[in-house]
């Protein structure tokens, strides 16, 4: 398996536009979460879904923020419209119910300028 | 009180020298604890699990577990420059497949 994929690496966008960051999980797990890392807060869970399904987003720090899974291979991250606070490195990882940690991907480090 | 507590550090140890990482959990029903390393600008990474009291190795590492005093450690042997990362506590509290980390603790070890 190839691991979590997340795209973009990089994303650099200016104040107000819409940003959507994608994951794709590893094959088999049935938990997916999106964090976002920064110096100040360190790793902070957003949100995640159990087989697709949201079970807790009050890490989501505002409505600008949304999060869907349609299905059990593909999750988007969206934040619409972006503020430069929203600048960080945003991780997906997925994890087995009841198995060993979570595999993170590569992140995707978003600027808004 | 945050959920799983880390001193931040820096944690700098000689190389070849025991580098001890501490993390403190609040919530006793807690069950599996883990141990993420993570290098500046990467991912974090998975490099230890465990479930029940005591100690278990791999390698050069130990994890170490007391669900009494609600701590996890875990312990580098033989500590190597390439050992230098942010090590990240992470605790499932059996809600919901949910993993809470720490803040994590930076470690330098110094040639």
């Known amino acids: 398996d190839a691991g979590v994929i997340q795209s973009p690496r990089h994303e650099v966008t200016e104040m107000g536009q819409e940003v959507t960051l994608r994951c794709k999980p590893i094959?088999?797990?049935?938990?997916l979460f999106w964090y976002r890392q920064t110096m100040m807060r360190g790793l902070e869970l957003l949100i995640y879904?159990?087989?697709?399904?949201?079970?807790?987003d009050s890490g989501m720090p505002e409505d600008r923020f949304s999060a869907k899974m349609p299905n059990a291979s593909f999750s988007t991250l969206k934040i619409q419209p972006s503020e430069p606070r929203d600048s960080a490195v945003y991780f997906c990882?997925?994890?087995?119910?009841?198995?060993?940690?979570?595999?993170f991907g590569q992140g995707t480090r978003l600027t808004v300028v | 009180q945050k959920e799983v507590e880390q001193n931040s550090g820096p944690l700098s140890v000689p190389e070849g020298a025991i580098a001890s990482l501490n993390c403190t959990y609040s919530?006793?029903?807690?069950?599996?604890f883990f141990w993420y390393r993570q290098y500046s600008g990467k991912s974090p990474e998975l490099i230890m699990s465990?479930?029940?009291?005591g100690d278990k190795e791999d390698g050069r590492f130990t994890a170490q577990l007391n669900k009494a005093s609600q701590y996890v450690s875990l312990l580098i042997r033989d500590s190597q420059p390439s050992d230098s990362a942010t090590y990240l506590c992470?605790?499932?509290?059996?809600?919901?497949?949910?993993?809470?980390f720490g803040g994590g603790t930076r470690l330098m070890v110094k040639p």
């Open positions: 879904f159990n087989n697709n399904v949201p079970i807790d």
């Open positions: 992470a605790v499932d509290n059996n809600a919901g497949n949910m993993l809470t």
């Open positions: 094959s088999g797990h049935n938990s």
């Open positions: 919530d006793r029903v807690s069950q599996s």
């Open positions: 465990i479930y029940s009291n």
């Open positions: 990882a997925s994890r087995q119910q009841g198995a060993l940690g979570a595999f």
